[in-house]
C-alpha cells in the first residue's frame, strides 16, 4: 500500500487558473508538509501542517492555499497560476515533527503554461 | 539557508562502498545530522540520522567526528539504484521546524 499518495502526478495548466493538488498519507501521522522543487532542483517548505493546524508558512503567496479536510490529507490549492509556480510539488508526513523520519510521497509535476 | 556542505557530485564503482562526506562545523549540541535521498523524479526517502554515536541500519552506516563537526554518510556496497543525490541536514532535537535541504551531492553509481 502506499505510504503517501498525491494526485495527479501531471498537471498541465493555463496561466491565471485555479488548481488543486490532493495528498493523502495512510501511515496515522500526525504532520503533514508541502514542498516545492523548481527547475534548479532546489526542495523546499511551503507548508506544514499538525493536527489540522497551520505550524509553518514560509513567505509562500497567499495564492497557495493548503486545506486540511482531516489528519490523513493535505491539499495544496493555487489560485491565479503564474508560470514560475511550475515545479514539482511533493507532500510529506512525519510522525510528529521534523526531527521524525518523513515519507514523501511521489510527487506532482506541475506545468503553467 | 542550509547548514551543511556537501560536495556536488561523485562517482562510485558497483559493489565498492560510496563514502560521501559532509561538513557542518556550526552545528549545535543538540542538533541531530540527517540523511536523506532522492533518486531521479521521485520523492525523498530518509536514509539514516544519528546525533553523537555512529549508527548503521540496514541501508547505510553514518560515521560523526567526534567534534560532530563533519559526518561521512557509507554505502557499503553500492549498486546502480543507488544513484540519486543525497542531501546532508542538521536540525534541532524536537524541532517543530522544517527539514532544509541544501543543493546535495549527487552520487553516480557507475558499473
Known amino acids: 500500500d502506499t505510504a503517501v499518495s498525491q494526485t495527479p502526478k501531471y498537471l498541465v495548466t493555463q496561466m491565471g487558473n485555479d488548481k488543486s493538488i490532493k495528498c493523502e498519507q495512510n501511515l496515522g501521522h500526525d504532520t503533514m508538509y508541502w514542498y516545492k522543487q523548481d527547475s534548479k532542483k532546489f526542495l523546499k517548505i511551503m507548508f506544514s501542517y499538525n493536527n489540522k493546524e497551520l505550524i509553518i508558512n514560509e513567505t509562500v503567496p497567499n495564492r497557495f492555499s493548503p486545506k486540511s479536510p482531516d489528519k490523513a490529507h493535505l491539499n495544496l490549492h493555487i489560485n491565479s497560476l503564474e508560470l514560475g509556480d511550475s515545479a514539482v510539488y511533493f507532500c510529506?508526513?512525519?510522525?510528529?515533527?521534523?526531527?521524525?523520519?518523513?515519507?514523501f510521497g511521489p510527487g506532482t509535476r506541475l506545468t503553467v503554461l | 539557508d542550509a547548514k551543511t556542505t556537501q560536495p556536488p557530485s561523485m562517482d562510485c564503482a558497483e559493489g565498492r562502498a560510496a563514502n560521501l562526506p559532509c561538513n557542518h562545523s556550526?552545528?549545535?549540541?543538540?542538533?541531530?545530522v540527517y540523511w536523506y535521498r532522492q533518486i531521479h523524479s521521485q520523492g525523498p526517502q530518509y536514509i539514516i540520522h544519528?546525533?553523537?554515536n555512529n549508527e548503521t541500519n540496514e541501508m547505510a552506516s553514518l560515521i560523526i567526528t567526534e567534534d560532530r563537526k563533519s559526518s561521512t554518510l557509507i554505502l557499503p556496497h553500492a549498486t546502480l539504484r543507488d544513484t540519486a543525490v543525497y542531501y546532508c541536514i542538521v536540525i534541532p532535537e524536537g524541532s517543530q521546524g522544517n527539514l532544509i535541504f541544501g543543493k546535495g551531492t549527487k552520487l553516480s553509481v557507475k558499473p
Open positions: 556550526t552545528i549545535s549540541g543538540n542538533e541531530y
Open positions: 544519528g546525533l553523537k
Open positions: 510529506a508526513s512525519s510522525k510528529r515533527g521534523a526531527t521524525d523520519t518523513q515519507y
